[in-house]
């Protein structure tokens, strides 16, 4: 994260420059708005979880992850590109504040006594956020159990095999890109057919009648739902026939992301790839 976070801070290779006619000032829309309070909750949770870390081997990491979120959020603010802003915090700060915080909460719930709550010294807080994250990647082995009479473990032996033969849910995990544009059907002003593109480098304009439509077609509210970005993954086939792999708009509805089928506007739960840090 912290390699990552010093990369990105260096956008001065990143295309898509913007020019305003005259040198006047770039009005801000409400969603623009919104999006930098989100920016700045998220900061704001950022070093909250900087001050839980003081006192253990990782409070100088996330320091840092906590200042340069900080310059990215005031550069980007200043360039006027929001929506970058945004992109960047559901593909990396969610998931850090996330997963920081779980390994922080299990070791506080592990080592802490039954009537009062003590700062983890640094060498036991190591050993338990190496337990933390190996149970969070699902790497923890099963505990033994006590040695029980034969006819009760015949009783649970189908049980086990049960459980044993069920199903993971799991989430597909996808990439933006940033450069595909989507086509889909939609109505003008006088309400006649026509077809409309959208696309992460579209204009404003164009995401906010993308959203409206979507809103309408779905059935919620226009103000919950963001555009984040297409994405290229295969969603199961809305008729008969097998399925195949194509761009889908990504949305952020309610603190998480779906991908949604444009033949049939059902919504798919996925997660956005992001970086190793």
Do not use: C
Request: hydrophobic share 35%; glycine share 4%; aromatic share 8%.
């Amino acid at each position: 994260m912290i390699e990552f976070l010093r990369s990105l801070f260096g956008l001065s290779d990143v295309t898509g420059n913007r020019t305003v006619v005259g040198g006047g000032p770039v009005s801000v829309d409400a969603r623009q708005v919104q999006y930098i309070k989100d920016s700045n909750l998220r900061i704001a949770a950022l070093h909250q979880l900087y001050t839980r870390y003081k006192g253990t081997p990782h409070e100088a990491k996330l320091k840092e992850v906590y200042t340069k979120t900080k310059d990215i959020h005031v550069h980007l603010v200043h360039k006027k590109r929001v929506h970058e802003l945004e992109l960047f915090h559901l593909q990396n700060t969610d998931h850090f504040l996330n997963t920081f915080t779980i390994i922080l909460d299990v070791h506080q719930k592990h080592t802490a006594p039954a009537t009062t709550a003590t700062a983890p010294e640094p060498e036991s807080f190591f050993k338990n956020l190496k337990s933390a994250t190996a149970t969070l990647a699902g790497k923890t082995k099963p505990v033994t159990e006590p040695a029980r009479q034969p006819a009760i473990q015949r009783h649970q032996e189908p049980a086990r095999t049960a459980v044993a033969d069920a199903p993971a849910a799991t989430l597909p995990e996808v990439s933006i890109d940033t450069s595909s544009r989507i086509r889909y059907n939609s109505e003008d002003e006088k309400g006649i057919p026509t077809t409309k593109a959208i696309g992460f480098t579209s204009s404003q304009e164009e995401k906010e009648a993308f959203l409206a439509h979507v809103a309408s077609r779905v059935g919620m509210y226009r103000r919950d739902v963001t555009y984040v970005g297409n994405a290229m993954l295969t969603l199961p086939a809305a008729y008969s026939g097998p399925p195949s792999a194509a761009y889908a708009p990504i949305l952020h509805w309610r603190g998480l992301t779906y991908a949604l089928s444009l033949s049939d506007y059902r919504l798919y739960p996925v997660k956005i790839y992001r970086r190793s840090f």
